[in-house]
């Protein structure tokens, strides 16, 4: 990621407002107004320096702190779901996208890729196959995109994926097997029915994921299986758990009965957090214990629908302190507001951060979704955040 040092506050607003401009070259005079030259007198002493995201001026990593102790972001998201039904002649809506698209298939990510390179691990469940096989389930939907596909992915910094849902079956256990073989040889972890996963960021930090799907009676199976297999990934080191479900009713913006006490079971027996997808909607997230379950993120880029009726979405991001005896604390999360579509009316999967008036639209619909939920389960106790911060409330 690109970082800017410069000399005057009017110059950084300058510099917002003119993104990439190339590094080690003189600003373009055209770009400030006069008053903006006036306070920005030294302008042909600035240079533009290129240096890793976490990278102090000092050339110090500020995600090791001097305790010892280090700060890791994790970035999630929804849905991802790309190509289309191959029981179809027709071309699909993504590939049809696709043609229009300059920068090929880097452009469902391009949006959001710079926010994924300034983190330290970015998860997406990927709803879908990446497969050549023909054969398909009766599904009403049934998804798959050709193996390299996976450049969606990889050239939008994502690095782990929740493959536990009900379309990565669409093409059955040779489609499901090719989709690994093709995540595995791309260099990105993902995790579902054949085991958990690990990624381990270069701040020697590891992290375990595990995935899990609810539907077909599989709620008592999870509530069998979920404390050993969290207990299984701290035996491999890993500081810090991430569990993902697959659960819930489609289009449901509140959990139901079921989710709620799963949720809070996956907390109590060592999860550092849940991630919930299936509804396709936002929904809102509860605080337990001092740790966060994401009860739904939504739709991201989403290639189910060209015109969906709800393009709301947000990218869900938390930090946490891991000291050196494994110790794991919560450091806060914040929210990155987005619409699943760049463009207004119709969803051209290229999910894109919302600013002013439009970002607060969501994060007041989160805070009304939270007013339901915590009316509908006020017997449970059950808390929700009691707000959605769209930036970080605490700096390195």
């Known amino acids: 990621m690109k970082t800017l040092r ?9 510099l917002l407002a003119a993104p990439g401009v190339p590094a080690e070259e003189k600003l373009d005079l055209s770009l400030l107004d006069a008053q903006e030259l006036s306070a920005a007198a030294t302008w042909e002493d600035a240079v533009f320096e290129t240096r890793p995201w976490y990278e102090r001026a000092d050339g110090t990593d500020w995600r090791v702190q001097d305790d010892g102790s280090v700060i890791v972001t994790i970035s999630a998201t929804g849905d991802v779901t790309i190509g289309g039904d191959t029981r179809k002649s027709s071309t699909s809506i993504f590939d049809k996208q696709l043609a229009q698209e300059p920068s090929g298939l880097s452009f469902p990510m ?33 998804f798959a995109a050709p193996p390299e596909y996976v450049q969606v992915l990889t050239s939008g910094s994502v690095e782990a994926v929740s493959l536990e849902n009900n379309h990565i079956l669409d093409h059955g256990a040779a489609g499901y097997e090719e989709t690994c073989q093709t995540l595995e040889a791309a260099g990105i972890r993902y995790s579902g029915h054949l085991g958990a996963s690990t990624y381990t960021t270069d701040t020697g930090v590891t992290i375990g994921m595990l995935s899990y799907q609810t539907f077909n009676g599989n709620y008592t199976n999870i509530y069998a299986s979920i404390e050993g297999d969290i207990a299984a990934l701290r035996a491999q080191g890993c500081q810090i758990v991430i569990v993902s479900y697959h659960w819930g009713e489609e289009k449901d913006y509140i959990p139901n009965e079921r989710q709620v006490p799963l949720g809070r079971a996956t907390i109590d027996a060592g999860a550092d957090l849940v991630l919930g997808h299936h509804s396709h909607r936002m929904n809102p997230i509860e605080v337990y214990n001092g740790k966060y379950i994401c009860y739904s993120l ?17 990218v869900f991001q938390q930090r946490f302190r891991v000291w050196p005896d494994g110790t794991v604390q919560n450091e806060g999360f914040r929210i990155v507001p987005c619409s699943i579509s760049s463009q207004e009316d119709v969803n051209d999967f290229k999910p894109t951060p919302q600013e002013g008036e439009a970002a ?7 805070l009304e979704l939270n007013a339901d939920f915590e009316k509908t389960y006020r017997s449970t106790g059950v808390t929700a955040v009691d707000a959605y911060p769209t930036q970080w409330m605490t700096e390195y």
Do not use: C, H
């Open 6 to 14: 410069i000399l005057s506050a009017a110059l950084l607003m300058t």
């Open 110 to 142: 391009e949006n959001v890729r710079s926010l994924f390179e300034a983190d330290d691990m970015t998860i997406v469940n990927f709803e879908g196959t990446l497969t050549t096989t023909k054969s398909a389930t009766k599904n009403t939907y049934s």
């Open 298 to 314: 939504g739709n991201f880029s989403f290639a189910g629908n060209i015109r969906p009726d709800d393009m709301d979405t947000f």
């Open 360 to 366: 607060q639209a969501i994060v007041s619909r989160l």
